[in-house]
């Protein structure tokens, strides 16, 4: 938590403080200009006016400064204004015809103004005002404002993307998480979990199909909704494994963690050709008999996984009678690839699914799984 919100927390406050402080002394500035327009302006021209060398005595001079100074420090401001800065007025001396008196810098932060006020052929008067910021209210007001956006921030949400809100939607459909653990159908922790995600995990793709059909089949326990969302988006965006379970002398077939429909014979065909693709047995490539001359030879090897993991008689009798039949090999790689493309979709399943070659001048079809070997995993 800390590392997500102390560097924008901090940034906000440098922000609102700069905008303070431009603010307020924006405001200031348009207050005095118009002070000066209304009221200084008229009184110095009078002065001029009533002097008739344009020489005021001395006594007159001070009585005009300080009174002229008065009507600009009364000018107190907004509130904002009055909170954030303190202003003083200053009348620099009446210099000679043409002459221009210089006067310090101010010493004080945010600014300084410098206004010349001439009549025509008359001395000329040089005005400055000097603001400071009153730092207890300037930062506590940039640091409350900046604490304020954060928790609306929090409170309100990240936006989310359209891709996202997808993702988001497959967690609340009616029915998918009745399973799942308390909690799980609340929109904010859903949320939460896919903004994590995305955080953690920014450059990968999500298959929304694996994962409905994660949703629908975890059993899993995690310490919060947002952990089980954040596992289910993470395994639903990584290349999914294909997994047999031969314990117990049964085979059970897993994708990403996710049951396939498959009943025994086409799970056992799934099973022959994972073993050869995982072994890299002439490539993994599994060529198709003839279809008017079925194959003994290649059928001993699938007959073993049919003896040793339960096979069906008929599947059975079929191969030691006549040998590996195309037609079989056919029919049971559809079996697989309907059973592949529930889960992941007709799209995505074509990772998984099988690719196909004629080499040289063979007319014989060539098969193999086109998943990676490292994805192919045995537990017997």
């Not at 005095?32 to 021209?45: E, L, T």
């Not at 015809?97 to 600014?111: A, D, F, K, T, Y």
């Not at 497959?170 to 994590?196: C, E, N, W, Y």
């Not at 995600?197 to 694996?210: E, G, K, L, S």
């Amino acid at each position: 938590m800390k590392r997500i919100y102390c560097l924008p927390l901090l940034w906000l406050v440098v922000l609102y403080a700069l905008a303070i402080v431009l603010a307020s002394s924006f405001g200031r500035y348009q207050e005095y200009r118009q002070i000066i327009s209304d009221r200084v302006q008229p009184v110095m021209a009078e002065a001029w006016q009533d002097s008739a060398d344009y020489q005021l005595p001395e006594a007159l001079e001070a009585i005009l400064i300080r009174r002229l100074e008065g009507e600009l420090d009364a000018v107190q401001g907004n509130w904002l204004s009055a909170q954030i800065q303190q202003c003083h007025s200053h009348l620099y001396r009446f210099g000679a015809q043409g002459e221009r008196i210089s006067s310090e810098n101010s010493r004080w932060l945010p600014w300084s103004m410098t206004w010349l006020v001439a009549a025509q052929g008359a001395q000329q008067t040089w005005l400055a005002i000097d603001c400071r910021i009153r730092l207890v209210p300037w930062l506590s007001l940039s640091l409350g404002l900046a604490l304020l956006t954060v928790a609306g921030w929090h409170l309100i949400g990240q936006p989310v993307k359209e891709e996202d809100r997808v993702l988001m939607a497959l967690f609340l459909q009616p029915g998918v998480t009745a399973d799942q653990q308390d909690g799980m159908m609340k929109r904010s922790a859903i949320k939460a979990g896919v903004i994590h995600f995305r955080q953690t995990y920014p450059d990968r793709q999500v298959n929304p199909a694996i994962l409905r059909a994660l949703i629908s089949t975890n059993r899993a326990i995690f310490s919060s909704p947002q952990q089980c969302v954040v596992s289910l988006l993470a395994r639903a965006s990584q290349p999914p494994e294909l997994h047999f379970d031969l314990t117990g002398g049964k085979v059970r077939v897993t994708l990403a963690g996710i049951p396939l429909a498959l009943s025994v014979t086409p799970a056992l065909y799934l099973l022959w050709y994972a073993g050869k693709r995982r072994e890299q047995t002439g490539g993994g490539w599994v060529r198709n008999p003839p279809s008017n001359k079925p194959d003994p030879v290649l059928a001993q090897s699938l007959l073993e996984l049919m003896y040793r993991y339960g096979g069906h008689g008929r599947a059975i009798r079929e191969l030691e009678q006549a040998g590996l039949k195309a037609k079989s090999l056919d029919q049971n790689r559809s079996k697989i690839k309907e059973a592949l493309s529930a889960i992941t979709g007709e799209e995505a399943a074509e990772d998984c699914l099988f690719e196909n070659r004629k080499p040289g001048d063979n007319p014989q079809t060539e098969y193999r799984l086109q998943i990676s070997p490292e994805q192919i995993t045995i537990a017997k």
